[in-house]
């Protein structure tokens, strides 16, 4: 049986070292992407939760009911006030890392999208660069 690893037919491209890195470098990019969407879908979560908790203070209590708040892993009562001054604080750390984590997933889909432009005007559609649908 005749090995086949060194043939290369007319309509595949030569891979050099820096198609590799570009590949390489895509991957890496698209997968700490996936991880920005995931972190930002959870901190959007939090966000929104934030937001209902607040709600659910000014709608439920009177004003001078303590309520139980999450620090760590203990509840600590507090007034209406300083749960809500606390809920603002909170919202406004997750809204500054939302933001961030958004830049972030901008600058590697920029990336990418110079990184496919170049392996594509290269390797045409011998290569398969777009995300997988599940």
Known sequence: MASLGNVQSDSEEHITYDDQQKINKFACCNTRLDDIK??????????????????????????????????????????????????AKEKE?????????????????????QLKADLYAKFGNNINLEAEED
Request: no cysteine; charged share 35%; aromatic share 6%.
């Open 38 to 87: 995931k972190d930002l879908e959870t901190k959007e979560t939090e966000l929104n939760n934030l937001g209902d908790a607040e709600d659910e203070i000014m709608i439920a209590l009177d004003t001078d009911e303590k309520v139980p708040f999450l620090v760590g892993e203990v509840f600590v009562y507090k007034t209406q006030e300083s749960a809500t001054e606390a809920l």
């Open 93 to 113: 750390i997750i809204t500054v890392e939302i933001a961030r984590l958004k830049l972030k997933a901008a600058e590697f889909e920029s990336s990418m999208g």
